[in-house]
């Protein structure tokens, strides 16, 4: 199984070998060129640091909380998004009516969005990562939704109404059973993104128990330590990314009609 694994993705894990290759000589040429670890800091030293934290409680509180928000934002924009598109799916004045708010929403400048939150909040600083993550999250997943309905065959949902289906009946026994697999596909990405932009507005705000808390205590202290935090949120995406993956392979299967 493994033999075979590595077989069919030989080229895949050559390519992504090299492109971890040529990062890190990138690091570090900028390292030497720079000449300041303050700056740019040694990637022995990130190393150091990186795996310093990894014996640290303080830090796995951190990641735990940061995952824990992000899932949260995540499991909102989703929910609202698949509301928000079953509308849409359903009557062409919700789209209509949507469609603004979405395009507002996207181009609201994320870190500003952050400042003014954390103000409405009366500057609860737990609260306001999750609010902009789901800002962001939002209108992408809504975004999903609507292509992915848009891509249903058109003679399907003509045949529905021809025979009087009920829209009920049709929403979730036809539309949300094919859009699910290209939906859920995307799962992990969007997860991902969801843990960039939120550690991204607790950098901003400071937020205690978390990981942009701990990156925005040790930014003007220690660049290793920093660089090493900023490692270990890429580490947790990618983490995220293949293990939700698994539901590429699902959906893959489901739309197909193998089963799970």
Known sequence: M???????????????????????LVWIIAYYSVGNGLIVPSFSETLKSFWGYLGAVEFWAAVGNSLLRTLLAFLISFVLAAAFAALSMLGGWAKAALKPVMVIIRTLPTMAVVLIILKITSGNRILSPVIVTCLVLLPIIYAQFLAAAEGIDGGITEMAKVYGVKK???LFKIYLPLVAPNILSQTGANVSLGLKILISAEVLVSTANGLGGMMS?????DAAKLAALTLAAVVSGLLIELALSQLKRITAKWSKGGGV
Do not use: E, G, P, Y
């Open 217 to 221: 205590a040790t930014a003007a202290t």
């Open 168 to 170: 009920r009946d049709r």
């Open 2 to 24: 493994i033999k075979k694994f590595f077989t069919t993705q030989k080229i895949n894990i050559l390519c992504s070998v090299a492109a971890l290759l040529v990062m890190w």
